[in-house]
């Protein structure tokens, strides 16, 4: 039986990591505006009694210009060049921004440095640097600022407390980088799995009739070419007969080379890979009309691949064993389901029970997505097949 071989409309043979994005939102958010408050606290200090001087707010505002630099350009996963040691010259700059007068809001800022250092060089360098500033802390304020034990306990356990809380979120989110990843690459290997059997499955059958036609072909030629000096009719005949197999060849070659053409080539995707379809069935002497109903919904890459499927082996058994005449395909979105009705005028059950329709197959594709499947004879005659499959979550992929 004819089927067509259709890679994912969203390409990626091996699947490589997933590019560096940014950060997460959450943390760009509060990163501007804790920058935005540092900046308008520092400049509200200048009607007080300690106001700065001219020099120090120069200093402040190359820190602040430099911390805003380089989060534009920070990575947020492993790599190489010069912008990994970026991140740690930005967990500088935002620890610096205390000493040359911040009044510690920008301490916020030190706590998110931290979480870039995790995202790019491990949770372990991370957790190594926030026990070295811990210990640092601690000694500074009983050395620099001759303040008590209890005073360095409680200036440290904050900043442990508050670090902790931000590294566990960022260990958070790698994990769930690493499943999406994971879950990924398993993907990618289940669909390269299914494309090899298919092809084993799609070569024998190959083999089965287009081999065939070759092997009846061939003996006919040798007949004729023994018949042609005693029984030319009949040598005649036996060209005449090997002329209308090859033709018959030659249209399931082409069908073959149409089923094998892999649909990323087409750069169509959703209902205009329907459509490409249905069009590419031109010239084989069935009628073919497709029609989409209401507002397109996004597909998961599974469901667009079953609806493929069930045109695809609509409008294949209905050349190849209904002797129909007209195919109609319609496309519905309705709600947050995708109905696809594949209807022909040829013969109806019997011609499926023997051409080997598939219908158990397609049913088995269908209910593996969360769909139905329902085929029968029409009212009117011909076979209709009524696949009912969930839409609208294609984009969460």
Known sequence: MLRRLVTSPHPSPA????????????????????????????????????????????????NL????????????????????????VFLVTTITLGPVGSNEIHQLLTL?????????????????????????VFVSVMTVFG????DAVA?????????????????????????????????????????????????????????HHLTVIKMGLENAERFRSQRSDAAWDEVRQAKDLT?????????????????????HVGSAALQQLAASFDGTGLG????????????????????????????ANAVRHANAHHVRGSLAFR????????????????????????LHSLAERTRAVGGTLIAGDRPGGGFEVRAELPAGSGAAL
């Open 15 to 62: 699947l490589a990591r997933l590019r560096d994005t940014g950060p997460p939102p959450l943390l760009s958010v509060v990163f501007w505006v804790v920058l935005a408050a540092t900046a308008v606290v520092y400049a509200a200090s200048f009607g007080t009694s300690s106001a700065p001087s001219s020099g120090q707010a120069v200093v402040f505002g190359v």
């Open 112 to 136: 998110i440095a931290f979480a870039n250092v995790a995202f790019v060089h491990g949770m372990r360098t991370a957790a190594v640097i926030v026990g070295c500033m811990s210990c640092g």
């Open 65 to 88: 210009a430099l911390v805003t630099a380089l989060w534009l350009v920070l990575p947020w996963r492993r790599t190489g060049g010069w912008r990994g040691p970026a991140t740690v």
């Open 147 to 150: 303040g008590s034990v209890l």
């Open 155 to 211: 200036q440290t356990v904050p900043f442990i407390v508050f670090a902790a809380f931000v590294l566990g979120m960022t260990s958070a989110v790698l994990e769930a980088r690493r499943r999406r990843e994971e879950a990924q690459r398993l993907l990618a290997r289940v669909r390269e799995l299914t494309i090899a059997q298919e092809r084993a499955r799609m070569g024998a059958e190959m083999h089965d009739s287009v081999g």
């Open 335 to 358: 709600d947050d389901r995708v109905v696809l009705t594949v209807a022909d005028d040829g013969r109806g059950r019997d011609r499926r029970a023997r051409g080997g329709f598939g």
């Open 288 to 315: 073919v009309s497709f029609v989409v109903e209401g507002g397109e919904l996004p597909l998961e890459p599974d469901v667009e691949l079953v609806l493929y499927r069930v045109l695809q082996e609509g409008l």
């Open 247 to 267: 033709k018959q060849a030659l249209a399931d070659a082409r069908r073959w080379v149409r089923a094998l053409r892999p649909l990323a080539l087409d750069g």
